[in-house]
């Protein structure tokens, strides 16, 4: 049996008992490096079957065509090595490559409840996928569950962007809409409010225990290139949705490239409760402005 050319490491026990002439040292020492080279063996085909996250959404603006090994689209590769390097160890990176026509300016989050490791995985998955998905846009943008990622041949650092937006919605209604609204509202409030604190960097999160069995979680963050007063703008443009998208509904998600919005009737950011956490049954619709 082989993978790709990765042979099974056989130990040849059977062998060794029978040379008389072997310390006891040797046969140890065969032995651990047999069961070591099975250990990477292992660890060989777990990283070959690893899948990744398919993104969220993602979207190549079409009035930004640019030639395929030109300068611009050289620099376009530059910079996501630099935003897959530097991104995990704060989470957060704003960059710039080129010169005049050929500069381009770049962004990557990851959200602020993951992990370092988590943050990592996200970034390289985004680096990859959005020059699959883009290959010859000048402007682009990824989504995923764990980051964000953008670039573009113009600066938008600091500036609010809702002109295109992504939503998931679960299918099902819940069982109380006046009372379960109230309190979506309560929570979505006082986590903006959070998020807008200095301190917070751009997110908030929290939730709400509806009844002994059902609790509401709901998180936000904005990219941190925002100046408070956007960040609170993005965030009341992103809320201002759920009566036409998710009225009701049990879940919704609204993504921009300047903020995000989640609410669940699950845990779903960390720490994670110790209740379950299950998944909801989504739409997803994509939205210009």
């Known amino acids: 049996m082989s993978a790709e050319g990765f042979h099974i490491p056989l130990c040849p ?76 160890s704060t ?15 770049g962004l990557a989050q990851c959200r602020g409840d993951v992990s370092t490791e988590d943050c990592s995985i996200c970034i390289q998955d985004a680096t990859k996928q959005i020059r699959q998905r883009c290959p010859n846009q000048a402007d682009a943008r990824i989504w995923y569950d764990y980051c964000f990622l953008r670039y ?11 002109t295109f937006g992504i939503f998931y919605f679960n299918v099902e209604n819940v069982s109380d809409p006046g009372s379960f609204n109230k309190e979506l509202g309560a929570l979505m409030d006082h986590i903006r409010a959070q998020a807008v604190m200095p301190k917070e960097e751009g997110l908030g999160k ?19 290139d925002l100046s408070e007063i956007n960040c609170a703008q993005c965030l009341a443009i992103a809320v201002n949705n759920f009566p036409t998208f998710c009225n009701s509904r049990k879940g919704c998600r609204v993504l921009y490239s300047s903020c995000y919005v ?5 845990p779903f950011f960390f720490p994670l409760d110790s ?12 939205v210009y402005t």
């Open 13 to 88: 026990t059977f062998i060794l008992l029978h040379k008389k002439h072997l310390t006891l040292r040797k046969f140890a020492s065969k032995i651990m490096h047999c069961l070591y080279k099975i250990i990477i063996f292992l660890l060989f085909l777990c990283t070959q079957g690893a899948k990744s996250e398919d993104p969220l959404g993602e979207f190549c603006n079409q009035n930004t065509n640019i030639s395929t090994g030109g300068k611009l689209s050289a620099n376009i590769d530059k910079i996501l090595a630099e935003l897959a390097l530097k991104t995990p």
């Open 152 to 162: 573009a041949n113009k600066s938008f650092f600091g500036e609010v962007d809702t």
């Open 206 to 224: 929290g939730k709400s225990m509806l009844s002994p069995f059902v609790t509401l979680y709901a998180l936000v963050q904005c990219t941190r």
């Open 91 to 105: 989470g957060f990176v704003t960059t710039t490559y080129g010169k005049n026509q050929d500069q381009v300016y």
């Open 275 to 286: 209740n379950h956490t299950g998944s909801s049954n989504t739409v997803r619709v994509v």
């Open 262 to 266: 989640r609410y669940e009737l699950y």
